[in-house]
């Protein structure tokens, strides 16, 4: 069964980083689409960023020239470089893998909280 563990959530102060890290294990199908969302509490879901199989990002513009996204596609991993955090960075960062077709597989969430 396809599953996606995230790790490397936590508590840091504004102006800190952090590393998210996310796992594709079990039965998968081809991963085209690699995403890292956002759900604080009281919002929509959000796209943080996106990255393809070939290599081509996206990000929100709240987090552009902050986050970086990368995947490794021999590990399945893929990871969130989040730096100079601000307070409304705060929120359950979810992973989403998504195949060419359309199928898709969620995480269950790492909670980030940026606060002094």
């Known amino acids: 069964q396809a599953q996606l563990v995230e790790s490397g959530g936590g508590l840091v102060r504004p102006g800190g980083s952090l590393r998210l890290s996310c796992t594709a294990s079990?039965?998968?199908?081809?991963?085209?689409?690699m995403a890292w969302y956002r759900q604080a509490p009281g919002k929509q879901r959000e796209l943080v960023a996106a990255?393809?199989?070939?290599?081509?990002?996206n990000y929100a513009d709240s987090v552009k020239g902050r986050f970086t996204i990368s995947r490794d596609d021999a590990k399945r991993t893929v990871d969130l470089q989040m730096n100079s955090l601000k307070p409304e960075d705060t929120a359950v960062y979810l992973c989403?893998?998504?195949?060419?077709?359309?199928?898709?597989?969620w995480g269950q969430g790492t909670q980030v909280t940026v606060s002094s």
């Open positions: 989403k893998v998504q195949s060419a077709l359309g199928a898709s597989v």
């Open positions: 990255i393809t199989r070939g290599g081509s990002t």
């Open positions: 079990g039965s998968m199908f081809s991963i085209y689409i």
